[in-house]
């Protein structure tokens, strides 16, 4: 009796064991489905284990004027530490932040390690200078290549240290537009400065708010001629714009395109949108749960593409010969597919 009564006891002992490690597991796959909130602490690389586990036989569908039916797409990079940004280089290469600093992935795959610790960098821009700028996590935004040029631009507004910068984009005049947003799941505390978009004015750190009414601003981009801002509303239904004025500020917000709703949250679905780009025709794409959700320049939605893993991407940006590729980014995966139109190549993003 006694040894049957020390059977069963371990039977119930191990048993409990592996299933809080399979509800642990469980629980690391829900926040990485989060987009660029809950599960971006992966994009750092933070408690990331093991490869992503993606296909390889993954192709698009025929989105009319965007990508060909059936083209491939590209597994480029995988087993990173996280892997977010996404900003073409003249070279062809594509900077990303990976595992923990700056990284270069040139288009066979091969990583180059720029910066080490990029201070838990998220959203990236390249200035027509080649410098590299950072949305990060750490509460700034810096100047982080080249090394000997680095620098903060800003920790906070108006005496308050900013939320989560997350991404950002750098116009031709040199001025940067940033998003700041709370992670997902994280609570508003008195004090908090807003979520709200933010203006860095050309060859100054003077700090503008532009815009504090969007739910929970994210990616963010220009278009080409820089007269129209996109933002995309992680708790929204919709891709927003705004006009720019010629001094930075933003005027007559629009609900440009209506994004596929698959992010479940306690308030009903949402886009859960996370990275944006665009290419030289003004598409718009939005990396999303539903995959890399594509516009038009009028904002009509026209087509998904889904990624080869079973999380959503995090961030998107065109690199390759002639910025001819969408390059995507996200849990520790680089991927990349052939697109009928170049990426817009008078900007990084």
């Not at 990060?136 to 989560?164: N, W």
């Not at 750190?205 to 739910?215: E, F, G, L, M, P």
């Amino acid at each position: 009796m006694k040894l049957k009564t020390i059977f069963v006891v371990m039977f119930f002992l191990f048993g409990s064991v592996a299933m809080f490690a399979q509800e642990g597991g469980q629980g690391g796959a829900q926040g990485r489905g989060q987009g660029r909130g809950q599960g971006r602490g992966e994009a750092r690389g933070e408690g990331q284990q093991r490869e992503t586990v993606v296909a390889t036989d993954k192709v698009t569908p025929e989105i009319p004027g965007v990508v060909k039916a059936g083209t491939k797409i590209e597994i480029v990079k995988n087993g990173l530490r996280g892997a977010d940004g996404g900003v073409g280089m003249p070279d062809g290469s594509l900077l990303i932040a990976a595992n923990g600093g700056l990284a270069k992935v040139d288009v066979n795959g091969n990583v180059t390690t720029l910066v080490d610790n990029a201070e838990q960098a998220a959203g990236l821009a390249l200035d027509a200078k080649g410098r590299v700028f950072a949305a990060q996590y750490s509460k700034k935004v810096s100047l982080i290549y080249p090394k000997d040029s680095a620098e903060t631009l800003t920790d906070g507004f108006e005496g308050k240290p900013y939320i989560r910068p997350n991404d950002l984009v750098v116009d031709k005049k040199g001025g940067i537009y940033i998003t700041d947003c709370y992670q997902v799941g994280a609570k508003k505390e008195a004090g908090d400065l807003p979520q709200a978009v933010y203006y860095i004015a050309p060859n100054s750190k003077k700090v503008i708010r532009v815009a504090d009414d969007i739910n929970r601003p994210n990616g963010i981009t220009l278009s080409p001629d820089e007269k129209i801002l996109y933002v995309n509303d992680w708790d929204g239904a919709y891709l927003l714009t705004y006009d720019v004025q010629s001094d930075g500020t933003l005027k007559n917000r629009k609900n440009f395109g209506k994004y596929d709703l698959k992010q479940e949250t306690d308030h009903g679905f949402v886009s859960g949108a996370d990275g944006l780009c665009i290419d030289g025709q003004s598409h718009l794409y939005a990396t999303t749960p539903a995959g890399v959700q594509v516009f038009n320049s009028k904002g009509e939605h026209l087509g998904n593409i889904e990624a080869p893993y079973d999380m959503p991407p995090q961030n998107c940006g065109f690199a390759g010969p002639d910025k001819h590729y969408l390059y995507v980014v996200g849990r520790g995966v680089v991927y990349r597919i052939r697109t009928l139109p170049a990426g817009y190549k008078g900007r990084g993003k």
